[in-house]
């Protein structure tokens, strides 16, 4: 859950006046249950919820892949994620190993997490 503290620090960041989010209490199904990814989609979805109620998710996670993607490779690494987490003020709230285990969880066959596959993990509720 972002914290009042969190929240207020992301508001000062990107200047916003609004309430702090409620909790997010639906929690996601995603690769077999993988806490790791849980978390990892918990954490973007608490930073829409906070920042991007009034666009839709599939938009949002759309517009979370163009700004973490920054090779434009259409795949997204540990690396990448690291970045955006920064970005948004979360980059205490997974370890580099969960980010990790998260995009294992998350890659396709292939062994890697494309931004489709991200898109569509982001997308659901």
């Known amino acids: 859950m972002l914290s009042v503290a969190r929240f207020a620090r992301i508001s000062?960041?990107?200047?916003?006046?609004?309430?702090?989010?409620?909790?997010v209490s639906a929690r996601f199904s995603t690769a077999g249950g993988s806490s790791a990814v849980d978390k990892l989609v918990e954490?973007?979805?608490e930073y829409r919820a906070?920042?991007?109620n009034q666009t839709l998710p599939s938009r949002y996670a759309k517009e979370v892949v163009r700004a973490a993607d920054k090779d434009g490779d259409g795949v997204l690494t540990k690396e990448e994620i690291s970045e955006?987490?920064?970005n948004i003020g979360a980059d205490s709230e997974m370890s580099a190993g969960e980010i990790e285990e998260a995009?294992?969880?998350?890659?396709?066959?292939?062994?890697?997490?494309?931004?489709?596959?991200?898109?569509s993990v982001l997308s659901k509720k």
């Open 12 to 23: 000062a960041q990107f200047a916003i006046t609004a309430k702090p989010p409620l909790p």
């Open 43 to 45: 954490i973007f979805e």
């Open 50 to 52: 906070a920042n991007y």
């Open 84 to 86: 955006v987490f920064k």
């Open 103 to 119: 995009i294992s969880a998350l890659a396709g066959s292939d062994g890697v997490l494309s931004s489709e596959e991200f898109v």
